[in-house]
């Protein structure tokens, strides 16, 4: 892989390093020499012009077709600005050479390729209801799709996958990430180890198992809830609508974290250490927090649902109150409560993150993403000259930041389907 | 005259499941100016969608394919959007079906009336607001000189409508384009608007294209006619020529519609236990009553249409009847029997002998359930039904509305046209085989066509099945197809109620009066005979006030 990308960067270099220096011939010394916004604005001046230009050019070569006529100046400046945006990108990327930026671009076009890739397979391979579903899916819903696999893979087989345990401390600590004995690494620790002598590489697919495993189960608690209460107070209304508002509006007047935080403190002391206990009391209390959110979510969605004639109609038939709620509200709900699960999924998983990370949430040494990136965030300080110990905090920090996007690409995904539906 | 609107060969496409499929195949359109012209025909055969076009304008995911637009000389097709945006405006104007929706609330009726005279630089700020007066007296607005300077929910439907009309003529343009402008108003408010706008268009020599699927509105706005079907044009004619003199076959369908009528029963014996006796019922919604002592009876196998303005009470005393609303005082008997006032409280052979029939058969029916889960329901509830006496029960509803059974029952009510829809309402109620179904206005959101259809199928099935119907509806024709008792509702109030053949020969009450004299007829000279007759220009206020 990366004499393949050796080669790609040596060919664009030698393109892009003669076309910046033509370009720099022309630019005069007294630019450089002004402060920032200045050169900024002469900049988005200058992409201006070219936006003009372009404009023009267009509407004289292309004899005045209507696509460049009525181009307006806006549309001209996003192309020039697209270009120019290119531009920063190589500049950055093959005569900066800024490493992080290098590894986030090179991240990037893998993972492109590897949705795309995907994506091409699903088309290929299934039923056909599977493969329609593929077919109209875009590449960002793929991408997604296809990290919820992957972290759901190695949550699940984490013990199979992992090299070593997670609380297993071994013989060298602060190993350098990359393997590479030359900058202090070393190959049986590709991601190297932490300040106590752990496998980061291990603690990391461990922690999918506890953080995203606990997640979820919170989430689906929060869920049942905060939808079931939800979808009560939307048929039933009256003094029970009123109570249940009114309760939930005072939990949602205390900010969640630190409300959370408050809760987590006095459950640790009344569990006395037990930490599988405060796990469970941990679950309990972000579920019942973030129920609040959910409860009112379906109770909006619920309402608007339940005056409709259909609803009246079941009503004037007689049904009860579980028919009403499951068999008649809850199918026209799937698709804003599975957008919001999406969302709400993310939002706890970063609350446990932060809860580990201010020390109330999961108890060492079980891995965790939040917990490690705590542990590990002085190395932050090394990025300017180390660039290779820097990443190690970083690694979790990616890890909760990677699901998050994928998990927020498939929800817009089926928000935008089932809206698509409805028309 | 000269010709101002010439449209040749227009084809138009829209973008469905990433193909182009054909909405208008070809369409051609003369207009001179001055000259009303009438585009009619069932929904989706494309008259708004020409409408559009005459203004060089397609919707998203629309284009025009193929033709040309000429306005005045320029073809707009081919027109820059500096070009449209010259006209558009000053010298096309385009009145919407829902002035409701297409005003801005956030802002004044005069604020939006001025927008385009002040943007086209015809007037200025001052000149064009006083003008703006000046045509919203012309329209018999009341209180002109304040009117504009509401909000647009201070003023009422019909009043929207006209003074959206003025705002079309702001800039005293050469075409306006009426998209189905009193569709959704009340028959004595239509008059209103109908009145104002032929007006407006004589007085200014404006030419138009007046959308509708009501012939008998067209009847009185247009020159001439032009008739569409499924984006071809069927026929065009002088309106005289069109309405005594059709060629096509279609047309004359269409003409035809109105002549249903079924033969009215014999009167009733009065010894008779009615099914339903609504008996003096007061109602409210909070503070505000909505019904005053209202009674009336219904007997069996018979239909009783109650009439009215929106705003009547006719949906109140349907709501009272199911349960929905418990009624303040009075009763409601089912076969001489006391119904609790809450459906709630009624057993479950209570509820099944009462069903209703909803006017939007879209949110009637859940759109996530297939349409033998939805008729399957209220067999298996009622009747215990399961496997396949369920499936066989739910065939042989399907067959009595006339579809067919294996092609609609796995079906989302989504994959149905709207008439389609409607007979699910029915067979639902039908399927809890009940004595008595109340039709709340199950034929307004139907084209003409597919209404009689329903009308249709209704009458054959209360033979068969000696049901009663409560007919809701504020459509006089309806009535006169359908029902053989009429009661006839003002303020929540009855002020007229009787067998159909006293309804519609005089002497009758004076609103009853004011609403069969509202209802257009096919002859064109009608609206123009009921102004010389009623002797007052602003006709539905007015006559409201001299009762």
């Known amino acids: 892989m990366s004499t393949v990308f050796g080669a790609i960067n040596a060919a664009l270099d ?24 200045i050169r900024a604005l002469i900049a988005l001046a200058a992409i201006g012009v070219a936006g003009w230009m372009f404009r023009k050019i267009g509407q004289v070569l292309s004899k005045n077709r209507p696509y460049f006529r009525d181009m307006t100046f806006g549309v001209a400046y996003g192309f020039a600005f697209a270009v120019w945006a290119l ?31 995907f994506r091409l397979l699903g088309r290929g391979v299934g039923t056909t209801g599977s493969r329609k579903l593929f077919r109209g899916m875009p590449l960002t819903a793929a991408f997604g799709i296809l990290i919820i696999l992957i972290y759901a893979f190695v949550a699940i087989f984490a013990a199979a996958i992992a090299p070593y345990g997670q609380e297993q401390v071994l013989a060298n600590a602060n190993i350098v990430p990359g393997g590479n004995p030359a900058t202090g690494g070393d190959p049986a620790y590709p991601l190297g180890t932490d300040q106590i002598g752990r496998d980061i590489l291990s603690r990391l697919i461990f922690g999918a198992q506890n953080t995203v495993g606990i997640a979820f189960v919170t989430t689906c608690l929060a869920f049942f809830l905060g939808g079931s209460l939800g979808f009560l107070a939307a048929t039933l209304g009256g003094w029970l609508d009123q109570l249940l508002s009114r309760i939930v509006d005072a939990l949602m007047a205390i900010p969640a974290l630190i409300f959370a935080l408050l809760l987590m403190t006095i459950a640790t002391a009344y569990a006395q250490g037990e930490r599988t206990q405060v796990t469970l009391y941990m ?34 038939r007689g049904e009860g109150l579980g028919y009403l709620v499951f068999r008649e509200m809850l199918p026209n709900a799937y698709a804003p409560l599975l957008a919001e699960f999406g969302l709400r999924f993310c939002f706890v998983f970063l609350t446990i993150a932060s809860l580990s990370f201010l020390g109330v949430g999961i108890q060492p040494p079980f891995a965790d993403w939040g917990t490690m990136v705590r542990d590990l965030s002085q190395f932050i300080n090394f990025a300017a000259f180390a660039p290779n110990v820097a990443v190690t905090p970083l690694l ?8 998050t996007v994928a998990v927020n690409f498939v929800v817009d995904w089926m928000l935008h389907r089932s809206s698509g539906l409805k028309e | 005259m000269s010709q101002l609107l010439r449209i040749r060969d227009l084809k138009i496409e829209g973008r469905s499941d990433e193909t182009w499929v054909p909405i208008i195949n070809g369409v051609d359109l003369d207009l001179d100016r001055g000259q ?4 009619i025909g069932e929904s989706g055969a494309g008259k708004s969608t020409i409408g559009l076009a005459a203004m060089g304008f397609v919707r998203d995911g629309i284009r025009i394919s193929n033709g040309t637009v000429e306005f005045d000389g320029t073809d707009l097709v081919k027109a820059s959007a500096s070009q449209k945006r010259a006209l558009l405006g000053k010298r096309i104007a385009y009145v919407a079906q829902s002035a409701a929706a297409s005003f801005n609330p956030a802002h004044k009726l005069i604020d939006q009336h001025i927008e385009a005279p002040t943007q086209h630089n015809v007037q200025n700020r001052k000149d064009s607001i006083e003008d703006g007066i000046d045509l919203y007296r012309r329209l018999r607005l009341p209180d002109p000189d304040q009117i504009g300077f509401r909000y647009p929910h201070q003023v009422s439907g019909g009043q929207l409508q006209r003074a959206m009309t003025a705002m079309a003529m702001s800039c005293r343009p050469d075409l306006i384009i009426f998209d189905e402008p009193t569709t959704a108003l009340d028959v004595t408010t239509q008059i209103e608007v109908l009145a104002a706008i032929r007006k407006i268009v004589d007085d200014f020599g404006t030419a138009a294209i007046y959308i509708t699927h009501d012939l008998a509105v067209v009847a009185q706005m247009a020159d001439k ?51 339903i006796r609504v008996d003096h019922v007061t109602a409210a919604y909070g503070d505000v009553k909505v019904l005053h002592d209202v009674s009336f009876d219904m007997h069996e196998g018979r239909t009783v249409a109650v009439v009215g303005e929106s705003g009547s009470g006719k949906s109140t005393a349907a709501r009272c009847i199911t349960g929905l609303l418990p009624p303040l005082s009075g009763q409601i008997l089912l076969d001489g029997a006391r119904l609790a006032p809450s459906y709630k409280t009624r057993d479950k052979m209570q509820l099944r002998q009462v069903q209703m029939i909803y006017q939007m058969a879209d949110t009637a029916l859940n759109p996530r359930k297939t349409i033998g889960e939805i008729i399957g329901r209220p067999v298996q509830f009622y009747m215990g039904l399961s496997g396949t006496e369920l499936r066989r029960r739910i065939e042989d509803l399907l ?11 796995d079906r989302l009510p989504s994959e149905l046209s709207g008439g389609q829809k409607q007979r699910i309402g029915i067979a639902r109620a039908l399927a809890a085989e009940p004595k008595f179904i109340i039709c709340d206005e199950v034929t307004s959101a139907l084209d003409q066509l597919v209404a009689e259809g329903i009308l249709k199928l209704l009458a054959k099935l209360q033979d068969e099945l000696k049901l009663t119907y409560m007919f809701i509806t504020h459509d006089l024709a309806t009535v006169k197809a359908i029902a053989d008792e009429v009661v006839v509702m003002k303020d929540g109030e009855v002020v007229e109620h009787g067998p159909k053949a006293d309804m519609f020969t005089p002497p009758h009450h004076p609103y009853t009066d004011l609403l069969l004299s509202s209802v257009p007829e096919m002859d064109p000279d009608w609206l123009t005979n009921l102004l010389a007759e009623r002797g007052v220009d602003n006709i539905g206020d007015a006559a409201v006030d001299k009762m």
């Open chain 1, 87 to 117: 531009g920063a990108t190589a500049h950055l990327f093959f005569i900066v050479e800024n490493p992080f930026f290098r590894w986030a671009i090179q991240l990037l076009i893998v993972f492109a390729i590897a949705a795309f890739l």
């Open chain 2, 36 to 39: 009303v012209l009438g585009l």
């Open chain 2, 225 to 275: 006619i032009k008739v569409l079907l499924k984006g071809n044009e069927v026929e065009e004619a002088e309106t005289h020529q069109m309405l005594s003199h059709p060629k096509e076959e279609y047309t004359k369908s269409l003409w035809a519609v109105r002549g249903f009528e079924r033969p009215a029963k014999p009167a009733v014996q009065t010894s008779a236990t009615p099914v």
């Open chain 1, 396 to 403: 979790a920090a990616g890890a909760i930041a990677l699901l």
């Open chain 2, 399 to 409: 067959a009595e509305i006339e579809l067919e059974p294996s092609q609609f029952i």
């Open chain 1, 14 to 37: 030698a393109v892009v390093t003669a076309i910046f220096s033509g370009l720099g011939l022309l630019v005069p010394a007294v630019y450089a020499a002004q402060p920032f916004w």
């Open chain 1, 283 to 316: 679950i309990l209390i972000i579920a019942v927090i973030d129920s609040t959110r959910v409860f009112r979510l379906s109770r909006a969605v619920g309402q608007s649902i339940v005056v409709m004639d259909y609803i009246e109609a079941a009503r004037l």
